[in-house]
C-alpha cells in the first residue's frame, strides 16, 4: 500500500489561510472518518491537531479545522503565524487493524 | 499526566540488536494500545505497526515483518521494540504513541535515536 498523498510543500504569508490536502482511496480515507492531522517539528514529538477528521483536541488553536469529502481530506490553518512551520501528517485508518500515514507536507510561512 | 518515555539513544553495529522501551504513565496502561512509528532520516513518518496492550498481540506493517518484534511488561506499563539484524537502513528515530479506539494518538514518546554504522 502507498503512502496516502500529500503535497510535497506549501507556503503561504502571514494572516492568510492554507489548505493541505490528504488522498486516499475508496478504502482507507473514502471508507472512514478516521483521519489524524499531526505537526511535527523535526526532533520533537508529533502534534496531534485534528482527530476523526473534524474534531480538535482541547489546547489546539482553532485556527487548524478539517475536513473530509470522498477520498480526501484537508487540513485548513487560517491566519497563518510563523510558529505554524512545520511539517504536516495525515493519517487514516485503511481496515485490517492497520494505519497508514501521507508523505508529509513541509508548511513555508513566508 | 499522560507521558511516554523512551530509551536512550542508541549506536550499534550492523547486525547487532536494539530494543527500546517506552514506559507509560497516567493512565491505565491496557485501556489504549500503543503504535510504533519510524521516522528515516530526511523522510517521512511511517507506522510500523501496534500492538494490544489488554492482549499482547501485536500487528507489524508491510515491510515491518520478521525482524521487528512488539513486546510489552504490563506490569511496568512498558512496551517495547526490538529491531534484530540491524542494517544501515534502519538508521532512524522511533516513535511510541498511545493509540485511541478511533484510530488517533494524542500522546507520543519523545522519540528513540538509532544509529546504524560500524
Known amino acids: 500500500q502507498s503512502a496516502l498523498t500529500q503535497p510535497a510543500s506549501v507556503s503561504g504569508s502571514p494572516g492568510q489561510s492554507i489548505t493541505i490536502s490528504c488522498t486516499g482511496t475508496?478504502?482507507?480515507?473514502?471508507?472512514?472518518?478516521?483521519v489524524s492531522w499531526y505537526q511535527h517539528h523535526p526532533g520533537k514529538a508529533p502534534k496531534l491537531i485534528i482527530y476523526e477528521a473534524i474534531k480538535r483536541p482541547s489546547g489546539v488553536s482553532n485556527r487548524f479545522s478539517g475536513s473530509k469529502s470522498g477520498n480526501t481530506a484537508s487540513l485548513t490553518i487560517s491566519g497563518l503565524q510563523t510558529e505554524d512551520e512545520s511539517d504536516y501528517y495525515c493519517?487514516?485508518?485503511?481496515?485490517?487493524?492497520?494505519?497508514?500515514f501521507g508523505g508529509g507536507t513541509k508548511l513555508t510561512v513566508l | 499526566q499522560v507521558q511516554l518515555v523512551q530509551s536512550g539513544s542508541e549506536l550499534k553495529n550492523p547486525g547487532a540488536s536494539v530494543k527500546i522501551s517506552c514506559k507509560a504513565s497516567?493512565?491505565?496502561?491496557?485501556?489504549?494500545?500503543v503504535i510504533w512509528v519510524r521516522q528515516a532520516p530526511g523522510q517521512g513518518l511511517e507506522w510500523m505497526g501496534w500492538i494490544k496492550t489488554n492482549s499482547g498481540n501485536p500487528t507489524y506493517a508491510q515491510g515491518f515483518t520478521g525482524r521487528f518484534v512488539f513486546s510489552l511488561d504490563t506490569s511496568v506499563s512498558t512496551a517495547y521494540l526490538q529491531i534484530s539484524s540491524l542494517k544501515a537502513e534502519d538508521t532512524a528515530i522511533y516513535y511510541c504513541a498511545r493509540r485511541s479506539s478511533t484510530w488517533y494518538s494524542d500522546y507520543w514518546g519523545q522519540g528513540t535515536l538509532v544509529t546504524v554504522s560500524s
Open positions: 493519517s487514516s485508518y485503511v481496515g485490517g487493524s492497520t494505519l497508514m
Open positions: 497516567g493512565y491505565t496502561f491496557n485501556t489504549y494500545g
Open positions: 475508496n478504502s482507507d480515507v473514502g471508507s472512514y472518518n478516521l
